[in-house]
């Protein structure tokens, strides 16, 4: 089963809170993963799809509609279709607390952040929580032989499990166009799709390099604020992510500009019209593109509440990720796409800074092994493990 740990933690979240809000790119799983969630719950269940018209008609007078089903979990997919239900919910899961049912009442499938985190949060504050499901990552797999094939499809079910790389290429491309022609102008923003596809697409070319908003708004041709609202619709569709710096009060010179990543890799290949392994690998993407694929796998077995981050100096010294696990406990990887892979002096200096607990060389070998300085090379699969642990 895929997303078996997510489907363990959504379950206990529903033992705790009234209302559970899992959120995730479109075909990423949310609608199989929550019906599955539902069926093996010993209470009944009611599943609405907000996109199907018949199923938002049941809702036209949704306070009556849910009284009615107040024994069942309520599964709620899509739910920015209909974002004034939140205001509902929350009166709906006051009145099943004073029944005396004190959690489990609702799940609800999102398609993005985007104004679905700030519509629940003020409607529902102490009542929800919230859980991402990301394409599948390395520790979902059954075998060590898929890791590549997962670097080059990306974890989208339906690229990753396609017969072929063919199938697999001509999914995501339509998965890209359908993203810009149809999905996104349903969360009511007018950007023309060629020109976010574009915006897209520069993004893929510049993998794991810092945010440069002149540059990107001179190739565009639209101002740097406009170039700021496409980023942060990237981001919001989970589509993007924006690593921060990381930054203290030093008096260290460090980057204060975000390094963007394309988070799935195989929309990034889709992007750049790579379709196989061996395009890849003679692009000059391949290591920056592995290097985002590890930091999505890194960050998701990361224990809850770590906040990542990269670390680089005015004067070079350089840290891939930075996982600060407590305020007062951080690890410091470095990720090389190499099978001899080797560390930068910087490196050190950069985890001296830090007080880095533990120290990785991340790369796609099999074997771990101990390196200078207190550097442990592992293979990616053992990284998660041991942030796992």
Not at 20 to 47: D, F, M, N, W
Not at 192 to 203: C, G, S
Not at 320 to 330: F, M, N, P, Q, T
Request: charged fraction near 25%.
């Amino acid at each position: 089963m895929l997303h078996r740990d997510l489907q363990t933690l959504v379950g206990k979240r529903l033992e705790q809170f009234p209302c559970v809000a899992l959120l995730g790119p479109r075909q990423v799983g949310k609608t199989t993963l929550a019906r599955t969630i539902a069926a093996e719950r010993e209470e009944p269940s009611l599943y609405l799809d907000l996109e199907n018209p018949s199923d938002r008609r049941r809702l036209d007078d949704a306070p009556a509609f849910l009284s009615q089903h107040q024994d069942k979990l309520v599964v709620l997919d899509e739910i920015h279709r209909v974002p004034e239900l939140f205001e509902i919910l929350r009166g709906q899961i006051d009145d099943r607390r004073r029944a005396g049912r004190q959690h489990g009442h609702f799940l609800v499938l999102g398609s993005a952040n985007l104004d679905l985190l700030k519509q629940s949060s003020e409607s529902l504050a102490g009542r929800i929580t919230h859980l991402e499901l990301r394409p599948l990552q390395p520790q979902e797999l059954d075998d060590a032989g898929s890791m590549e094939r997962l670097w080059v499809r990306g974890g989208f079910p339906g690229s990753f499990l396609t017969p072929d790389d063919e199938a697999s290429f001509a999914w995501r491309l339509s998965f890209i166009r359908s993203y810009l022609e149809r999905d996104i102008p349903q969360f009511g923003i007018r950007i023309p799709a060629e020109t976010l596809e574009r915006f897209w697409t520069m993004l893929a070319h510049g993998q794991a390099s810092l945010l440069n908003a002149q540059r990107l708004s001179s190739s565009l041709g639209v101002s740097w604020h406009t170039v700021t609202h496409y980023l942060d619709l990237m981001v919001d569709l989970l589509l993007v992510r924006r690593l921060q710096p990381w930054a203290n009060n030093t008096k260290k010179r460090l980057v204060k500009s975000p390094k963007l990543y394309v988070r799935d890799s195989g929309l990034l290949h889709a992007l750049l019209n790579l379709p196989n392994l061996h395009e890849i690998l003679g692009h000059s993407v391949a290591g920056p593109s592995w290097e985002g694929h590890a930091i999505e796998a890194l960050i998701a077995a990361a224990p809850t509440g770590t906040k990542p981050y990269f670390y680089r100096s005015a004067t070079g010294h350089e840290i891939d990720l930075v996982l600060e696990l407590s305020a007062s406990k951080r690890w410091a990887i470095e990720i090389k796409r190499s099978s001899a892979p080797k560390l930068e002096p910087g490196f050190h200096l950069a985890a001296d800074h830090l007080k880095a607990d533990r120290r990785l060389l991340v790369y796609p070998g099999v074997e771990p092994f101990p390196a200078p300085g207190g550097v442990e090379v592992m293979p990616l699969l053992d990284a998660v493990a041991a942030l796992r642990a």
